[in-house]
């Protein structure tokens, strides 16, 4: 697990409640213009929707191997996170700036940004996506800590 970093061979999975749909655009705007694939779970408008519907499906991408990574945006990104996290193969992270996104990687081997957009804005997002592609995670004393988050 030394210096892992994602298969940017595989497209981003990336989902948003209502509150986070204009932020999820731009972010697919982005990462499209960094040459990533992605696939946009929705929603698709600002009417208002349920988030677990869309960070179940998110999750279920990224744990499969079938994304390289996920990004979720809601309100707060507590609904999100809390949803991710239910999957066992997940570690999602609510990130507010672009050093916590880093130490999500590189501390904790995060496979979900959790990003809440009412309390960032859309250069800070964008920020910490790109920080969170390009970090990968350490391994070393934080290996075993990530291998005991796991339920069995």
């Known amino acids: 697990m030394e210096n892992i970093a994602f298969n940017l061979t595989l497209p981003v999975a990336i989902g948003s ?51 390289a990574f996920g990004v979720l945006v809601c309100g707060s990104a507590n609904g999100v996170a809390i949803t991710a996290n239910k999957h066992q193969g997940i570690r999602a992270a609510i990130c507010w700036g672009e050093e916590l996104a880093r130490l999500a990687r590189s501390h904790n081997n995060a496979n979900v940004l959790c990003i809440p957009a009412r309390f960032v804005d859309i250069p ?29």
Do not use: N, W
């Open 17 to 67: 409640d209502h509150a986070g749909f204009e932020y999820k655009e731009e972010v697919i705007s982005y990462l499209e213009s960094k040459g990533l694939q992605v696939k946009d779970y929705g929603t698709h408008s600002k009417d208002s929707v349920d988030y677990p519907d869309y960070a179940h499906p998110v999750s279920t991408a990224v744990e499969r191997g079938q994304a």
């Open 124 to 152: 800070v997002a964008t920020q910490m996506v790109e920080m969170f592609i390009g970090t990968p995670f350490e391994g070393g004393r934080h290996q075993d800590r990530v291998r005991k988050m796991a339920c069995l």
